[in-house]
């Protein structure tokens, strides 16, 4: 009897330790959200962090327009760490905000990996989030020093009023006209007078870089840094031609202050500074950056930059610098 009561304890303990070890998974997910009440047209963090067991690798989930109720406004930097037991922490992070009253609810996220032999799995998120969107204006708020929206004005006008009427009508027409004749002359210049490379402007040579780098497709092929530092070259190379502030040997932080100092439109300062950042986080902090936002960032650039070459361009001719 002495001998058969130890080896059965030690059966029950395998017994009991086998679902706990069957119910051990090499990814798990799980979402949060920084808030659960929120005004309407606010803005919360939602946070879907995925561990993966060592060997396993998350799979890009791309960039959601939407999850759920909620509309994805931003997408925040990718956060991702070596836990002491080996697994990898991946924090992907949004930006999202609800503009309709009411609860909202974010569903069970489903995110894919790969495993060490190359299959492909899916985890999946425990169950869905709620949050409630409210109106700015306090329950009970008294409301009446809001002015109601002005009626639309007749579509009818007095007898009196046709004369000034036709005198407005004419002169609209008269602008018009001139308008016509000025895009005509422009456009007979511009056709007469081609810009040769060499007189382009910085944001034609800045956007024909852009243009060859997102050809190679570097972050797909995982050479991020690669693709930041020429996309990092473009940037400043566009800076000094375009701005006249040299740019080659400072940080981001210092060409932000340098280009608000030149009064530079505010949005495109952000928008090339970021970029920067990105860039010096990519070199010297080996940060983490999905193709989508690299896809991302670079679409936002191009359309920056072609709308500074119409700009460029037409000061270019008005200028005579093609005669």
Known sequence: ??????????????????????QQVPVVARSELDRTVMTI?????????????????????GVPRAVGDLEVVDTLTVLQSRL??????????YLVSAF?????????????????????GRAQTQGPLAVAIESVAAQGEDMTDIKPLKPP??????????????????????????????????????????????????ARRALTELEEVAELHLPEQGRTREHYDRLAGAVRRFIEGRYGI????????????????????RSQAQLLCEVLVDAESVRYEERVI???????????????????VVAEEYELISTGATA
Not at 100 to 120: C, F, N, Q
Not at 290 to 305: N, S, W
């Open 84 to 93: 002491p037991n080996g697994t990898t922490r991946v924090q992907l992070r």
């Open 290 to 308: 999905y193709p989508a936002r690299a896809q991302k960032t670079m679409r936002d650039l191009t359309d920056l930059l072609r709308k500074t």
């Open 1 to 22: 009897m002495t001998r058969i009561l130890p080896a059965l304890v030690a059966a029950l303990l395998v017994s009991l330790a086998a679902p706990a070890a069957a």
């Open 153 to 202: 004005l007749p579509v009818g006008a007095p007898a009196s009023d046709l004369s000034r009427i036709a005198t407005l009508t004419a002169l609209a027409a008269v602008a018009i006209a001139l308008v016509v004749v000025l895009v005509l002359r422009l456009r007979r210049r511009s056709a007469a007078v081609e810009l040769s490379p060499a007189l382009h402007g910085a």
């Open 100 to 120: 309709s009253l009411g609860p909202k609810i974010v569903p069970i996220i489903v995110v894919g990996y790969r495993g060490p032999d190359g299959a492909t």
């Open 246 to 265: 040299g740019a080659a040997s400072r940080t981001a932080r210092e060409l932000r202050a340098e280009m608000e100092r030149a009064r530079v439109d």
């Open 41 to 61: 047209g606010d803005q919360a963090v939602l946070t879907v962090t995925v561990e993966l067991a060592r060997g396993y690798e998350l799979i890009e989930p």
